[in-house]
């Protein structure tokens, strides 16, 4: 598997998932089966097998996220702000429409555009990534060309 570049909180949320993961889903799941097994026969029981089948998917996301901790890199918050890199917030002029508009560059795992935070592997994100302070920006996407000015770039 690849390096995963995360931002500090990024790595956190993950170890946090893990931990919830591994703790209370493998109880519940534990305590479902245990209920099922109860109910008698198991070779017929569909709540037994679903139960089985609902812990095996866990376990399958425990790994999943063991494997991308194993290989994630953590930025570090001291890479320079005068360039767009991956973790960097940026505060844009959409030259377009004068608005103003803040995207925090991330990881495809971390990415969550509801909360500004973009992938480095989006067209907006790939478009910024290793511009300067105050540059002026073309990024093409689907629906046209974007033209923004980088206002700020700041660090988490």
Same mark, same amino acid.
């Given at each position: 598997?690849?390096?995963?570049?995360? $931002?500090?909180?990024?790595?956190?949320?993950?170890?946090?998932?893990?931990?919830?993961?591994?703790?209370?889903?493998?109880?519940?799941?534990?305590?479902? #089966?245990?209920?099922?097994?109860?109910?008698?026969? !198991? &070779? +017929?029981?569909?709540?037994?097998?679903?139960?089985? +089948?609902?812990?095996?998917?866990?376990?399958?996301?425990? /790994?999943?996220?063991?494997?991308?901790? /194993? &290989?994630?890199?953590?930025?570090? /918050?001291?890479?320079?702000?005068?360039? *767009?890199? !991956?973790?960097? $917030?940026?505060?844009?002029?959409?030259?377009?429409?004068?608005?103003?508009?803040?995207?925090?560059?991330? &990881?495809?795992?971390?990415?969550?555009?509801? &909360?500004?935070? !973009?992938?480095? $592997?989006?067209? #907006?994100?790939?478009?910024?990534?290793?511009?300067?302070?105050?540059? *002026? *920006?073309? #990024?093409?996407?689907?629906?046209?060309?974007?033209?923004?000015?980088?206002?700020?770039?700041?660090?988490?």
């Amino acid at each position: 598997m690849s390096d995963i570049y995360l $931002t500090q909180s990024g790595h956190q949320k993950l170890l946090e998932k893990l931990e919830y993961l591994k703790t209370v889903k493998r109880r519940q799941f534990s305590k479902a #089966i245990g209920e099922a097994r109860g109910h008698g026969d !198991i &070779s +017929e029981n569909a709540e037994y097998d679903a139960a089985k +089948e609902a812990q095996g998917l866990n376990e399958k996301k425990i /790994a999943e996220l063991e494997e991308k901790l /194993a &290989s994630a890199k953590i930025l570090d /918050a001291n890479i320079p702000a005068d360039e *767009v890199l !991956i973790g960097a $917030t940026v505060r844009l002029k959409d030259l377009t429409n004068q608005e103003e508009l803040e995207y925090m560059l991330v &990881s495809e795992m971390e990415a969550d555009y509801e &909360s500004g935070k !973009i992938s480095i $592997t989006s067209p #907006i994100g790939s478009g910024l990534l290793n511009h300067k302070l105050n540059e *002026v *920006v073309e #990024i093409k996407i689907p629906a046209g060309i974007l033209k923004y000015k980088i206002l700020k770039i700041s660090r988490e």
